[in-house]
């Protein structure tokens, strides 16, 4: 399994664990997310690293909120969605 495979799978895990209501576990997991995923947005284009941006600014956004289940439809779908098409490219 390859570096951005492994933060895909991360990402969905973290999901899990704010769907589930573990918030706490799951923040944590989810900064460690965030800092595997930036060396992999750093090398994709420049269009996938300002989605990078807005979508991090959405996730704090819900975050500081406590919508758990809307982070977690970020992690697992969004983010997922834009590694896949930003490796792609």
């Known amino acids: 399994m390859s570096g951005l495979e492994v933060v895909i799978e991360d990402a969905r895990g973290c999901a899990r ?16 997310v965030v800092e595997a995923a930036q060396p992999f947005v750093a ?19 819900d975050q500081q909120a406590q919508n758990w289940l809307s982070l977690a ?5 969004e983010l997922v969605e834009l590694l ?5 490219v």
């Open 17 to 32: 664990l704010f769907r589930l209501g573990r918030d706490v576990e799951a923040g944590l997991a989810m900064v460690a």
């Open 43 to 61: 090398l994709m284009p420049g269009d996938v690293q300002s989605a990078w941006g807005g979508l991090l600014g959405l996730m704090f956004n």
């Open 73 to 77: 439809d970020y992690l697992e779908f």
């Open 84 to 88: 896949t098409a930003g490796q792609a």
